[in-house]
């Protein structure tokens, strides 16, 4: 059956923009749920897309929401905090409002690494929901296994510019972590040409880019194309539990103990980008909205380096 009308849970978020993007300019009918309006008003222009605030932590809510929708998507997720509720518990609650409101289609999105016996929090939360939507078989479900995603408005290689812009030395944590990052767009793509395609239900997409990366060669590359010399080093493993120590008690929570056990497994894979799609390089999107440093930032950067 062809969605016309899909409820993007989690639709407000980075991955959240591109998919609705997709999906609108299809004509979807796309609802947006969002804790709070404003978050999501990127979206409110979109012309088929309408953002809703409402909790769907509350099970009566979700169930009202996808009533009359063709399609469920989930994509919330956190990088801290209850896991538990958002990756676990939350699944189960969307089958249960899927069934409920008579919706079929589920798409899910999980993460790669996600394990139950995995030595994070995050992975193991996030293999439950898997386990609970997977396990749903009266309902067509498709999972989604991303790398860390990359796009203009990403927290990854962003953040990294930014420490860059700041900070003469990186010390990196987990420089050996291997990640395969993927191209927001592309994801956004797959699942938007998961939607209709019956060969996808109750399959699982692992989703990697072109290329495989060590954390500490993504800080190299982000201070190369932003053009921004920068010594980067690598930190030992004891000084990387150290640093999310100390990062997690500050505001913004920049690292965690769970983040850093996360990256004690390679988060890449094998499998071929499904649907036909070439996934985006790197090298090839970055550039476009890593801007360089300008001359304003390179003048006092001379004049230090000529100790002037
Ligand atoms: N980005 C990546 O690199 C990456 C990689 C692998 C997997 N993933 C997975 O992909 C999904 C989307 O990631 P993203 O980067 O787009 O995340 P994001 O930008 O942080 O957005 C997450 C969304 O989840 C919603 N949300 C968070 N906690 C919630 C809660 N307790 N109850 C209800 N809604 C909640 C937020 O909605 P409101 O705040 O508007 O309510 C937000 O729209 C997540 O499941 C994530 O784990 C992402």
Known sequence: M???KVLVLGGSGFIGRHLVAQLARREIKVTVPSRRRERAKHLIVLPTVDVVEANVGDHAVLERLARAQDAVVNLVGILHGDFERAHAELPQAIVAACRAAGVRRLLHMSALGADVQ????????????????REAKDLDVTVFRPSVAFGPEDRFLNRFAAMARFMPVLAVPCPQARFQPVYVGDVARAMAAALDDNASHA?????????????KQLVELVCSLTERRRLVI??????SRMQAFALEKLPGRLLTRDNYRSMQVPNTTRSPFPFGIVPQALEAVAPAYL??????????????????
Request: charged share 30%; net charge positive.
């Open 2 to 4: 062809k969605a016309d």
């Open 118 to 133: 995995g030595p994070s929090e995050y992975q193991r939360s996030k293999a439950k929901g898997e386990q609970a939507v």
């Open 291 to 308: 801007l360089p440093s300008g001359p304003r930032e390179r003048y006092p950067q001379l004049r230090w380096r000529a100790r002037r």
């Open 234 to 239: 690598g930190l030992p493993e004891w000084a």
């Open 203 to 215: 399959k699982v997409y692992e989703l990697g880019g072109p290329h495989e990366y060590t954390l």
